[in-house]
């Protein structure tokens, strides 16, 4: 019997990067584009509404919110909903997954209500199909209140407790979170799946942090490659001073034995003490020197056993490393080849698109911000003041309150045109030039003129 997947976690802001994973304008890396098109949505937004960041505004502006809303303020919640591998695949085979659908929603309606759930999609292009569901957390249930509050003004307290506010706080207090995963447990009962170990310190990663701690697993074994690499140096440097050492070693036990050989003829001649003792220091050279080559076998063994075990990680590794470029590569030329195809067909169905691409360079060249080049690619006009750039004279020219508009080139209807004033932007630069010119130009003349007068 396998478990429920019930995920509940906050957002701040529009949530345009969850809502760019959610619409697949970004292409996960665990994702099977040849079965994105399985993909279905599972709540059709309201009329004039296209995305899930446009739906979550709608709900706020339309839920009769009597505060305003704060920039940091959470806004919505995403809920991904899901089971256990193989029982979400046995509920596939065994033609549920519309039923089980259907059930998921019902559950989020009847907990959260209908009005609040803005969004909900159906994935099956990665590994387990399951839901990714977007909560407005609309209450209208009355606020806990401070303290201080409890003796605020007669007038205060008249407020209607039960009108609409935005608290992402009371829909996930700790609470009505294990309420929720009873209560959705118990609705999933039906295709064998149930709750999971209460108490459990198991948590949800999400995908961006698990591929956060992949990289930081890779990195960690390349420092350990370089690591051993440095180990493998230090122990060839250990072998080869071992070896000059046994080397000299063995220069001198040659050395010792002869001088004992003399010793032991004199020692013959004279019976002198004095070759007992060089026969004792002898014995303890030969004894030094065999354990130095016991010491460089050991080195030898152990150099051996790294440069195995360094072969066999950096095979690995670059294996590894040649499939992901590889995967790489191929995700890329195929993400270049559908925008080049989406392009080409943009360009053919709209015959001004290549023109408005060459206009928004124009208009952000000449000073536009980002908010005035779109209202002059919609071709509504612009006031504005500020300073104008023009390439062909290098300069800028401040200007105070004109009128700033694009429009169809009267020589050539397939172009479009700048114009400042109705006058093209580029005639208007040059008459802005010559009366600037004019103006430097006045006062070397007079000057001139009076050159030869004394005062």
């Known amino acids: 019997m396998g478990y429920v997947v019930f995920h509940m976690q906050k957002t701040r ?3 345009s990067g969850t809502s760019a994973h959610i619409e697949r304008k970004v292409k996960p890396s665990n994702a099977d584009e040849e079965r994105t098109h399985l993909n279905r949505r599972l709540i059709e937004y309201p009329d004039g509404i296209h995305t899930r960041t446009q739906a979550i505004q709608h709900r706020l502006e339309t839920a009769g919110l009597t505060r305003k809303v704060g920039k940091n303020q959470v806004r919505a919640i995403r809920i991904m909903l899901s089971g256990s591998p193989d029982d979400m695949q046995r509920i596939v085979r065994g033609g549920r997954l519309d039923e089980w659908c259907a059930d998921n929603m019902k559950y989020l309606a009847e907990t959260f209500g209908t009005e609040n759930i803005v969004s909900a999609d159906l994935y099956l292009d990665e590994t387990s199909p399951h839901i990714h569901a977007t909560l407005v957390p609309i209450v209208t249930t009355e606020r806990k209140r401070k303290k201080q509050e409890e003796h605020a003004t007669k007038r205060y307290r008249t407020k209607s407790a039960s009108r609409p506010r935005l608290c992402a706080d009371e829909v ?9 995963q009873d209560t959705y447990a118990q609705a999933m009962s039906k295709y064998g799946l149930q709750r ?4 459990s310190e198991a948590r949800h990663v999400d995908t961006q942090q698990f591929y956060r701690e992949v990289k930081a697993m890779t990195d960690t074994l390349k420092a350990d490659v370089t690591e051993l690499q440095k180990r493998k140096t230090t122990a060839q440097e250990e072998l080869n001073r071992a070896k000059k050492e046994v080397q000299t070693e063995r220069l001198k036990g040659a050395a010792t034995a002869a001088a004992t050989n003399i010793a032991e003829s004199v020692g013959s001649l004279f019976g002198s003490n004095k070759v007992k003792t060089q026969e004792r220091e002898n014995i303890a050279l030969r004894q030094e020197v065999a354990t130095h080559e016991e010491t460089i076998e050991t080195l030898q063994t152990k150099i051996q056993t790294m440069q195995s075990e ?3 990680e950096l ?10 470029t590889a995967n790489l590569t191929k995700r890329h030329e195929k993400e270049v080849s559908l925008l080049k195809a989406a392009l080409s067909k943009a360009v053919k169905w709209f015959p001004y698109f290549r023109e408005m691409i060459r206009m928004e360079s124009v208009c952000r060249t000449v000073g536009f911000d980002d908010e005035q080049t779109a209202m002059l690619i919609k071709g509504k006009p612009l006031e504005y003041s500020g300073e104008l750039y023009s390439e062909e004279h290098k300069r800028k020219f401040t200007v105070e309150r004109v009128m700033a508009q694009i429009t169809s080139d009267p020589t050539d209807k397939r172009k479009l045109q700048l114009n400042i004033d109705k006058i093209p932007f580029n005639e208007w630069c040059r008459v802005k030039f010559e009366k600037l010119r004019d103006t430097f130009c006045q006062p070397v003349q007079r000057q001139q003129k009076y050159k030869g007068l004394k005062f």
């Open 172 to 180: 996930m207090s700790r609470v009505k979170l294990k309420e929720y």
């Open 13 to 15: 802001g529009t949530d």
């Open 196 to 199: 999971g170990v209460e108490g």
């Open 310 to 312: 360094h072969s066999r």
């Open 315 to 324: 095979t690995t590794m670059q294996a590894q490393h040649t499939t992901e």
